[in-house]
DNA sequence: CTCGTTCCCGGCATCGTTTGCGTAATATTT
DNA sequence: AAATATTACGCAAACGATGCCGGGAACGAG
């Protein structure tokens, strides 16, 4: 119905029978201009609704004012809330948001990656998918010379800022916490074995046994994929053996939640034959049943501080002399799926 | 470091000793060129890693291929779910999305839709905050063209394609099932009253008290808004009379949360002093404690189905003659919230 | 040999905005 | 009053890509 044509830098040039440039330079603040002139222009473009074309800018400056991220699935607490503190961040600096999920696919990743960059963004915020082992991908976008910042799953191969929360710490504390409780024979269900965080989780639980003098086992450490078959097959695992553990770290919200259902399907109750801990900031937890132990994250910081990160690299001329890796404190909500009750 | 030059259409143009119109044509398939010097200079695009660059597009074509989203909180099941279902149709179609929380005020909605038109996006999907009550934001947008599709919380003031859920029948169906499971002294605890779902989840609550010959109390009907401390007075308000209730059905799935939490804090136990039914389609739903009797609504569906009409709206060359408004199936999940114990 | 046709390709304008440069008009200096 | 300095604006190019128009070359027909 309507025209669809918004108003640009000439209707109003046209109307005040000036030129581009003139109602351009009383716009955007430059200085050859007279104050009477700017006046009168500003009162037309405001009178006229004029808004200047972001696209006209980036296709001009070559900045979108655009920044990507990619995680593996937004319809995931830790995502969303992440994504809910760079989108804060961004917005607040004039940056727009662009999200992709990998699905926890390295072909997505890759592919989303080629969208992104097809797409002249300004810079990109990734936690790299279950699946990825090669970052080739991400060296190519250094290469490109496109700003890039890491969460949660990070790389070492790749130079670039990264924001991490204290993962050894944070299973540390978790083993420690069901070693106190009196558990004794602790297992772990983790993700990918490559993963950074899967890394330093297993460290921080090894280290845990460890200093109270317990065994790692290894048939006591399993890594499963994300989806239903494998953690049920991870679970039923610890199992099998003639000793059974009494106990289990979760690397993760959803392997936490799997547990849970196989512990159920194996009629196995938490915390009385199976004590539980998990890595979540689910507002949930507390109503689940059992309420649920966990290891909890400062997602919406760590979105923010992500986003403050990458617009600084953006908005830098130079590149930094050497890039930093922020390390946040997780904090161990205790419910009621670790307590030993028969202490 | 690098030259953060993407190479465009006059590299290839110059290193072929050609002009730039002819690549074009080359590459986007038009009919006046030699097939072998398409050939060749395809062949030479493709060497170059050339990728044509969207954003000149969109200034020439003025469609930018992105389309906004609006949702009140996207670290929020329903609306992260049916983001996703939007994401997969836009991607697919060559749509990148642009999200923006309203974070249910009036006001953040206003300015979004402010900041999505001055970036020229194609389309806005958008379900409207629990405060909105005044819709001239969105008259705007339907005067300047701009095509809009609305789900979950509609308006009837606002012509446009529509995605919603059957919630008349959706409350019906929750409120039937307590009854049925012996309880009659059915509650009703909701978001703001202007709002669509609100009412028509009200009647279906009314009307299958009704046609079971039951009361319709007033006093039974609280409205709130998100925060806790809103659930909080609503929930206790519901008690304070002499008739208490003994179920209650709840419009939304932070409302059934918040009443969980109000109902453990004022000691009465679910499903045996009140049952509860909620809105809600959290896998988490089973492991609560108890787990959540809720009405299902298939999110990632509504958004695909957003995405779909939004698209068609923004292709389709003239105004579409009516427009729709998809009502999609709920589904109650029986789970131990709303059993009767002691029947 | 000339004219017309067809085939390929280049020139130019365009999308909306910014910016360097040129210049006319005004202001300042001597 | 003349020379210079300053002001305030217009012109044109550029960002990357497209598409209309026009033109040169090759060719066939008369």
């Known amino acids: 119905m309507d025209d669809q044509h918004s108003v640009t830098i000439k209707d109003i040039a046209q109307r005040l029978k000036l030129s581009p440039s003139t109602v351009s330079r009383a716009l955007r603040g430059g200085t050859e201009i007279r104050e009477e002139t700017r006046r009168l222009i500003q009162e037309v473009a405001r009178e006229m609704h004029y808004s200047p074309n972001p696209i ?15 995680v593996p699935e937004i319809a995931n607490n830790f995502c969303s809330a992440t994504i809910a503190g760079i989108e804060e961040v961004a917005y607040s600096r004039g940056y727009h948001v662009i999200i992709f999920q990998s699905h926890e696919l390295y072909e997505r990743e890759v592919t989303s990656i080629q969208l992104l960059t097809s797409r002249r963004i300004d810079g990109l915020i990734l936690t790299i998918s279950n699946e990825t082992r090669n970052y080739d991908h991400l060296q190519a976008l250094r ?22 929360v204290n993962d050894y710490q944070g299973a540390f504390d978790a083993t420690c916490h069901l070693i106190r409780e009196g558990f004794t024979r602790i297992a772990h269900v983790a993700i990918a074995p490559y993963l950074s965080i899967t890394q330093n989780r297993l460290k921080g639980y090894e280290e845990a046994l460890r200093s109270h003098h317990l065994p790692v086992k290894k048939n006591w450490i399993v890594h499963c994929d994300f989806d239903a078959m494998s953690i049920e097959k991870a679970v039923r695992q610890l199992f099998e053996g003639s000793e059974r553990p009494d106990a289990i770290v979760a690397s993760t919200e959803r392997l936490a939640i799997g547990c849970i259902k196989v512990l159920r ?6 915390p009385m034959d199976v004590a539980l801990v998990g890595f979540s900031d689910n507002p949930l937890n507390k109503f689940m049943a059992p309420s649920l132990t966990a290891v909890q994250q400062p997602t919406f910081d760590i979105g923010q501080k992500s986003a403050e990160l990458l617009i600084e690299l953006i908005e830098s ?26 202490g």
């Open 143 to 164: 290469g490109k010379g496109i700003p890039l910042v890491m969460f949660d799953r990070v790389c070492e191969e790749i130079k670039t800022h990264k924001v991490v």
């Open 265 to 270: 399907e194996m009629k196995l109750r938490i």
């Open 56 to 70: 006209a800018l980036s296709l001009k400056e070559k900045k979108s004012k655009i920044i990507g991220v990619i």
């Open 317 to 342: 001329k130079t590149p930094p002399k050497n890039y930093r890796t922020i390390e946040m404190k997780t904090t161990l909500d205790i419910q009621d799926s670790s307590r030993n009750l028969t």
